[in-house]
Structure formats: structure tokens, C-alpha cells
């Protein structure tokens, strides 16, 4: 998909590591999304951010996870003390703004394996 | 809360068949927006088509078709001729507004269509 770019690719972790997941939005973007996809699921939604600001974290696990959009840079997905279990496709989309009927472009994912 | 549904798991064609996707979504509001998405064996979604709760044409690209009803809360998608190619997940999905004033999108399972050829 073009313009929203998400890296590593792929990322392979051992239990009880840290994972951090890079999303750059499309240029002129300043909203950020992150859905997770479990195996043989739909994607869920985690988190929603604007730049240095957590509008909604509804959706993402209270502990080992965070989320957040700097001023400058990209935005990052931390998940500290990786366990079996978050091994997942993590999707980042981006809009230029958050009203609902601004579309939300995807990137295509990392997909995280953990040990 | 709004919620989407897609009951077919797996389907499975013959190269040259058509087929139907079928979505049934629930919301409150009565401004939405509609879209369904691809997921080939590579990973990435493939943007299909958005549709605001408003316009209730269908629609056609091509071989792909969508069906919008209202009334039944509805936004199937065919696929005619199928091709192998067309093998992937298929996601509907359903954008209302959040309570904070900002979209929230909610997928459905996803429906694994299988083309042989």
C-alpha cells in the first residue's frame, strides 16, 4: 500500500524480549491507528494517536504494551516482555485527519513471531 | 456498538464461478461507512471499495459487485468468473464515528474464499 510505511516486515523475538513496530504515516497524515490481526482473525483495534497524543487506547492491552507518535519521527509499538501469545500481524493505518470519513490508508503490516 | 458479520468461514469455487461474500453489519448511527478489503497469501489489505450509509447504489468494478441494503443491514460482495487469483481473505468492514468525535473501524472475522482451478 502505498505511502504508509510500517518495518520490520517481519520480526522474530524470544520470550521475554521487547518489540518495537515503526510506523511512518503518508505524508500530510498527522492521525495514526494500529490494529492488531491474530491468527484466523479479523484486526482488531488497539490504539488511535495523534502526534504526541493518545486519543484512544481502548483496544490495547493495559500492561507490557505502548503506544505512541513523537513530534518528529515515526510512530512506535512497544510490547515489553513478549509472551507466546502476541504473536500477531500488527497493522498501522493512517488518516489526515480523524473524522470518520476520512479514510484510513494501511501499511502492510509486521509480522511478529515470538520463541 | 457496532459490529460486523461475516458468516461464511471458507468458500471454496472452480475457476469461472461466481461468487458471493456476504457481510451484515449492526450500528446505531445512521451515518457509517461501508468497505471491504483483500488479503492475499502475501499479508497485505488490499483496499477494495468504501461506501457512505447514504449511497445505496451498487456497485461495479469490473468483475467485483457490491450490494448495499439498508433494510437488511447488508453489503455483500460478488466476485464474478472467479480466478485463482482472487484466492485471499476478504475483510468487511464498518467506520462510525467514535464517541470522542474520531473514526473507530471494526472488521469483520474475514472469509477465506478459495479458487480452484
Known amino acids: 500500500n502505498a505511502g504508509v510505511m510500517q518495518n520490520p516486515r517481519h520480526l522474530v523475538r524470544r520470550r521475554g524480549q521487547e518489540a518495537r513496530l515503526r510506523c511512518s504515516p503518508m505524508?500530510?497524515?498527522?492521525?495514526v491507528y494500529w490494529y492488531r490481526q491474530l491468527p484466523e482473525e479479523g484486526l482488531k483495534f488497539m490504539v488511535y494517536?495523534?502526534?504526541?497524543?493518545?486519543?484512544?487506547e481502548s483496544g490495547m492491552p493495559k500492561e507490557r504494551f505502548s503506544a505512541e507518535f513523537p513530534k518528529e519521527g515515526p510512530s512506535i509499538l512497544r510490547i515489553q516482555q513478549v509472551v507466546r501469545g502476541d504473536s500477531a500481524a500488527y497493522f498501522c493505518?493512517?488518516?489526515?485527519?480523524?473524522?470518520?470519513?476520512?479514510?484510513?490508508?494501511f501499511g502492510d503490516g509486521t509480522r511478529l513471531s515470538i520463541l | 456498538a457496532q459490529k460486523v458479520t461475516q458468516a461464511q468461514t471458507e468458500i471454496s469455487v472452480v475457476e469461472k464461478e461466481d461468487v458471493t461474500l456476504d457481510c451484515v453489519y449492526e450500528?446505531?448511527?445512521?451515518?457509517?461507512?461501508l468497505f471491504w478489503y483483500k488479503q492475499p497469501p502475501s499479508g497485505e489489505l488490499v483496499f477494495l471499495i468504501r461506501?457512505?450509509?447514504?449511497?445505496?447504489q451498487n456497485e461495479i468494478s469490473g468483475r467485483y459487485s457490491w450490494n448495499f441494503q439498508k433494510s437488511t443491514s447488508s453489503f455483500n460482495f460478488t466476485i464474478t468468473a472467479s480466478q485463482v487469483v482472487d484466492s485471499a481473505v476478504y475483510f468487511c468492514?464498518?467506520?462510525?464515528?467514535?464517541?470522542?468525535?474520531?473514526?473507530?473501524?471494526?472488521f469483520g472475522i474475514g472469509t477465506k474464499l478459495q479458487v480452484i482451478p
Open positions: 494517536l495523534q502526534k504526541e497524543n493518545i486519543i484512544d
Open positions: 505524508k500530510g497524515h498527522s492521525h
Open positions: 450500528t446505531r448511527d445512521t451515518t457509517y461507512y
Open positions: 493505518a493512517s488518516s489526515p485527519a480523524g473524522r470518520f470519513n476520512q479514510p484510513q490508508h
Open positions: 468492514a464498518l467506520s462510525e464515528d467514535g464517541s470522542g468525535g474520531y473514526q473507530k473501524v471494526t
Open positions: 461506501r457512505n450509509s447514504f449511497d445505496e
